[in-house]
């Protein structure tokens, strides 16, 4: 069974920071996504099993970076808008990239993101 527990969420002012954190059950491939009220699930960054592999949307990618450290994927937000406010959801898949959120099989319970502004 893999679990996934996605913990960092809260309320930020705009041009704050915050660090979401994802631990896993095992070393997998990681992504994070993000869903708005009344908006598609986005892919935001991805990180592989052994960290090598990164990759990071274009809309965050001047302000947010991935990383891990074994099991424990972090993202790491600054400079945050309120355009970035959603739920963060981190999934996990045995290998490979993937930006399409059904390319992951398994999910966290998420963690709320506020920017005010």
């Known amino acids: 069974q893999v679990r996934l527990v996605e913990s960092g969420g809260g309320l930020v002012q705009a041009g704050g920071s915050l660090r979401l954190n994802c631990v896993a059950s095992g070393l997998y491939a990681v992504g994070w996504f993000r869903q708005a009220p009344g908006k598609e699930r986005e892919f935001v960054a991805h990180i592989s099993w052994s960290g090598i592999s990164i990759n990071i949307a274009d809309s965050v990618k001047d302000r947010f970076t991935i990383s891990r450290e074994n099991a424990t994927v972090f993202l790491q937000m600054n400079k945050m808008r309120p355009a970035d406010t959603a739920i963060y959801y981190c999934?996990?898949?045995?290998?490979?990239?993937?930006?399409?959120?059904?390319?992951?099989?398994?999910w966290g319970q998420g963690t709320q993101v506020t920017v005010s502004s």
């Open positions: 999934a996990a898949r045995s290998y490979g990239v993937g930006f399409s959120h059904t390319a992951y099989p398994y």
